[in-house]
C-alpha cells in the first residue's frame, strides 16, 4: 500500500477543488448514488462537520464524515455522539488494509473533539468490518431519523456505537434512537 497522508479536514476549511475531489471519490464507492455527487457536491445528507481524510499523492482515497450531535432516546435520555457517515475506500485501494486504518484514523479524530462514543447505521453486510475496528452492534435499538429524501424513516438496520471514551457499557438503554436531522 503507498504511503497514506491522513488529515482531519473541517469543512469551513475545504475549498471547491476539494469537495469536487470528494465527490469523485464517493462516486466511485457509491456508484448506486453518483447521481447525487455531481460537481462539488461532496454530502449526501448532512454535511459533515469534520472529516477523516486519506490522500495518496494529493488524491483522496478515503474519507469518513462526522457531526458532533445529540441523539435523543424515546426514555427522554440523551446522548452526546460523533454521527458518522460517507465512510468508505476508493476501490482500487479496496482489500489492502486502508478500511482498518481509516476506522483507526477516525477513532483518533473523535478521542481528539473529546467525544465519548462514535455512532453510524449500516447495511448488515459492513457489521463485520465495524466490528473489526472496534464498533460494536446496539443489539434492538432501531434509528428514527430523517432520510436523504427528506422524509421521516425508522431504520431497523444495524446501529453501530463506538466506544471512544466512555465504555460501551455507558451506552444508554432504550429501543429508539431518535436522530434529529439528516444522517452523515
Known sequence: MADIEWTLRWEADLSADDHTALARLFGRYYPEQQSVFVGARSWMGARPEARVIGYDAGRPVAHLGFVRRMLRLESGASQLVGDVGLVGVDPDYQGTGLGRR?????????????????????????????????WRQSPGQVTRMIDTALRPET???????????????????GQTIIRDGLEV
Do not use: I, K
Open 155 to 173: 431504520f431497523t438496520g444495524p446501529a453501530m456505537v463506538l466506544p471512544v471514551l466512555a465504555p460501551f457499557s455507558d451506552w444508554p438503554a
Open 102 to 134: 481509516l476506522l483507526a484514523e477516525a477513532a483518533a479524530a473523535l478521542t481528539g473533539q473529546n467525544l465519548p462514543f462514535g455512532y453510524l447505521t449500516c447495511a448488515p453486510e459492513l457489521v463485520a468490518y465495524y466490528t473489526g475496528g472496534g
